[in-house]
């Protein structure tokens, strides 16, 4: 396994996602997004293994106006604005190779070999 943990240590969410590989003994790469997003490419990767971009986004973000900004924009321009703004996904995203998954999910977690 080759887990990646894309989070902020502020998220309670993404605390939980490492304490469950942690107490399996599964090592994992952690990615505060604060310091280093997404890249256009992992973005991408884990749009397609969740289904599509909108399922990243968190509705309940703080920043609103960028919420309502995504929302409306051209879809050509949005992914542009998400890459900008990383603040509005939702918390963790764990991936795996070419899986991933967006908030806390242990059991799907428990499926992967």
Do not use: C, H
């Amino acid at each position: 396994m080759n887990i990646q943990i894309f989070g902020t240590k502020k998220s309670a969410d993404t605390r939980k996602a490492e304490r469950f590989f942690k107490e399996r003994g599964i090592k994992f790469q952690f990615v505060d997004m604060k310091e280093k997003g997404l890249s256009k490419g992992e973005f991408n990767s884990v749009a397609q293994a969740v289904g599509g971009m909108d399922k990243l986004i968190d509705e309940d973000a703080k920043d609103k106006d960028t919420l309502a900004l995504i929302k409306y924009i051209a879809d050509e321009d949005r992914l542009e604005k998400i890459l900008e703004n990383q603040q509005i996904l939702k918390m963790p995203i764990v991936r795996n190779g070419k899986k991933a998954t967006v908030g806390y999910q242990p059991d799907v977690w428990k499926g992967w070999d």
